[in-house]
Nanobody, 123 residues
Framework: DVQLVESGGGSVQAGGSLRLSCVAS????????MGWLRQAPGKEREAVAL???????RYADSVKGRFTISRDNGKKTLYLQMNNLAPDDTAMYYC?????????????????WGQGTQVTVSS
């Protein structure tokens, strides 16, 4: 059974940085596409980043140039480095896994999610 545990969220001032982690178990991590989703009250669910099994990446326009997704297959861990954070980045962030390569915008409906970690960015 797929298990995903996120950590690293917290409160930070605008312009600051955070690094989120997602520890995976219950599946062959190295063969899966992995990504990050976020959800804030009053906003649409948004897939922000995706990394394929070969290491290729995709980003939403809203985070491109500020966020970096990476993976450590030996540790079965997914990361999201978030720099130059802004209040609009405030959301619950979820790690997601997909057995097959997918498009970034499909991650929310085909992937399995973790429990999430809260990111709050103040002005």
């Amino acid at each position: 059974d797929v298990q995903l545990v996120e950590s690293g969220g917290g409160s930070v001032q605008a312009g600051g940085s955070l690094r989120l982690s997602c520890v995976a178990s219950g599946f062959t991590f190295s063969t899966y596409s992995m990504g990050w989703l976020r959800q804030a009250p009053g906003k649409e669910r948004e897939a922000v980043a995706l990394i394929f099994d070969n290491g290729d990446t995709r980003y939403a326009d809203s985070v491109k140039g500020r966020f970096t997704i990476s993976r450590d297959n030996g540790k079965k861990t997914l990361y999201l480095q978030m720099n130059n954070l802004a209040p609009d980045d405030t959301a619950m962030y979820y790690c997601a896994a997909s057995q097959w390569p997918i498009q970034l915008h499909s991650l929310d409906v085909v992937g399995q999610w973790g429990q999430g970690t809260q990111v709050t960015v103040s002005s």
